[in-house]
């Protein structure tokens, strides 16, 4: 054991000097310090705390957001007029931030456990302080340019909130052997109580936040709904082009209960599938119509929109990632799409039986239709034979005269209203973003005969949150991916989820207690053991208490070259 003592004593020491030195620059040993971090380090302290904690935040946001990272592109596409897939930059610079700053904390909580003196090298301090400006302006500019996207937040909580409990749970167990050292080690009585304090409070809020988490996947299993209808949003845009008539068709493969696009109304009265003010996006307009291609998509006659190609663009931009997985086949039959008309979209639906739910642009002031669009659109629906009930009606112009004209259509409103309002209106059905109505809506609307379908559900995470919510449809770009989800994802019973609580409460507990009883008699015995081998140079150390002068350094490099005690 004497031999190997040498190598041990080599290997803690130079494990010391990598924390130190990647932490603070102080890779020698006379650098290194017991003292009590000071009041400005302490601060710093604070300030990667708190950059951690906002970046954990905006890491969460930005995972949980990719439901609708094409709704940001599209977002940003409306800005700048070019297509790019903006989160790519975004998710990089968070990652590499959010693990920069975790590797610093990470390093904080090493020195505290060893006992060492915080002192943050002045190029972590910029780095930090670059961390912290760039992820405050992030948040402020998502505030002002995105803010309805935060409602994300509390609702994938409702997926995540117990997974989460159960995780800080585990991380504020664990920093227990580092604030039982802290108690152990120090000699003030007030610091003591007061990390003690502080540390009980946190454990003590994890312990009850059960009691203030909820979350519709936790009830009895007998209380699920079927399934929530699935409707292919402007088809299945992740395969083919969206609102294309191969889109529509890959949706029906994908098992959907219905279909759903944005419809425009062309110069020579013909409604037609585009989702965007201009064709710049999603046509080859640029090269067939050049000087045309900034002007409004109702400006063309449907004979000129028939002629643009609806399918090169998708290979291009590969907006979805998918291109790549495409078989040749495919990839030719994507690059053939055109722009497609609604009787087209119509005569599809009505062939399989499904529903056929859109959203109507009214044409610009000077256009032809300007104030016939609604019953050039009823005109096309009659024409396309497909039965009025399997059509949901969203505008809400001239409501009265649909009825008149088309008494069997779906009314359905776009707009949140009491289910007694709807009623007066004739309303049947609510077409909502998925973060306008709450579980409770939910089922407020259920219980009153008002059908609620939700937009755009693309993740596995969030249609299983909906589907235990009671939601009777949902509206998606991904099909292909929630016909892989035929349950959801976790379910429990609140009798299950109290024993998992009650169970976690108490292993936390017993080892927190252990780890307290564990370091003070370890803290104790080694006082106790080592006081008779200490040398006169260690007294006098030990009486030095936030000292650092020279002849510290000196008799700490006395300490480390004098050897073992005998």
């Not at 959010?98 to 006992?115: R, S």
């Not at 402020?140 to 117990?162: D, F, K, M, Y």
């Not at 996947?217 to 992740?238: E, S």
Request: hydrophobic residues 45%.
């Amino acid at each position: 054991m004497v031999k190997h003592q040498p190598l041990q004593v080599y290997e803690r020491q130079l494990c010391l000097s990598c924390l130190t030195g990647i932490y603070g620059c102080r890779w020698k040993r006379y650098q290194r310090s017991h003292d009590d971090t000071t009041k400005w380090e302490f601060l710093w302290s604070l300030i990667l705390f708190f950059t951690f904690s906002l970046l954990l935040v905006w890491f969460y946001f930005w995972w949980e957001a990719h439901n609708d990272y094409n709704e940001f592109n599209w977002f940003l596409y409306n800005r700048s007029g070019e297509w790019s897939d903006g989160t790519i930059p975004i998710l990089a610079t968070t990652a590499a931030g959010f693990t920069y700053i975790a590797f610093l904390m990470i390093l904080a909580l090493c020195h505290i456990a060893v006992g060492q003196q915080l002192n943050l090298h002045w190029l972590h301090k910029i780095g930090v302080s670059a961390a912290l400006l760039t992820t405050a302006i992030g948040f402020i500019s998502v505030n002002q340019t995105w803010g309805e996207e935060w409602a994300v937040i509390p609702i994938s909580l409702q997926a995540t909130g117990p997974f989460l409990h159960l995780g800080a749970l585990v991380a504020v167990t664990a920093l227990a052997w580092l604030v039982a050292g802290q108690v152990a080690r120090t000699e003030k009585i007030r610091f003591q109580v007061v990390v003690l304090l502080l540390y009980l409070s946190v454990l003590l809020g994890l312990y009850m936040a059960p009691l203030s988490i909820t979350s519709p996947c936790i009830m009895d299993h007998a209380n699920l709904t079927p399934r929530p209808d699935v409707i292919g949003h402007q088809g299945a845009p992740m395969l083919a082009p969206e609102n294309t008539i191969l889109s529509f068709q890959r949706a029906l493969q994908m098992n959907v209960s219905g279909l759903e696009a944005d419809v425009a109304i062309s110069f020579d009265g013909v409604p037609f599938l585009m989702r965007d003010r201009t064709l710049r996006r999603t046509t080859d307009v640029g090269k067939v119509f050049p000087a045309r291609q900034l002007n409004d998509a109702s400006s063309f006659n449907w004979t000129d929109l028939h002629s643009l190609n609806a399918g090169q663009w998708f290979l291009k931009d590969d907006p979805f990632w998918t291109v790549q997985s495409m078989a040749q086949r495919e990839v030719m039959l994507v690059g053939n799409q055109t722009v497609c008309s609604l009787e087209q979209l119509l005569r599809l639906a009505t062939l399989h039986n499904h529903t056929v739910v859109f959203s109507l642009r009214r044409p610009p002031h000077r256009h032809p239709c300007y104030h016939s669009w609604i019953n050039d659109t009823l005109e096309v629906i009659r024409l396309s034979g497909i039965p009025q009930h399997l059509v949901m009606w969203t505008p809400d112009w001239d409501r009265e005269q649909v009825r008149q004209v088309a008494p069997g259509l779906q009314q359905t409103s776009v707009e949140k209203l009491p289910p007694h309002v709807l009623h007066q209106q004739g309303i049947s059905s609510l077409l909502l973003r998925y973060s306008q109505a709450s579980p409770y809506d939910i089922q407020e609307f259920s219980r009153s005969n008002v059908s609620v379908t939700l937009y755009t559900v693309n993740e596995p995470w969030l249609f299983s949150v909906l589907w235990c919510s009671g939601v009777s449809s949902v509206s998606s770009k991904a099909p292909n991916i929630l016909r892989k989800v035929p349950y959801p994802i976790w379910l429990m019973s609140p009798d299950e989820y109290c024993l998992i609580w009650v169970a976690a409460d108490i292993i936390s507990f017993t080892v927190v207690i252990g780890i307290f009883v564990f370091q003070n008699y370890h803290i104790i015995r080694w006082r106790l053991s080592g006081m008779h081998s200490y040398n006169p140079e260690q007294i006098m150390l030990s009486a030095a208490v936030r000292r650092s002068s020279r002849d510290v350094n000196i008799m700490k490099e006395k300490l480390i070259f004098s050897g073992q005690p005998q």
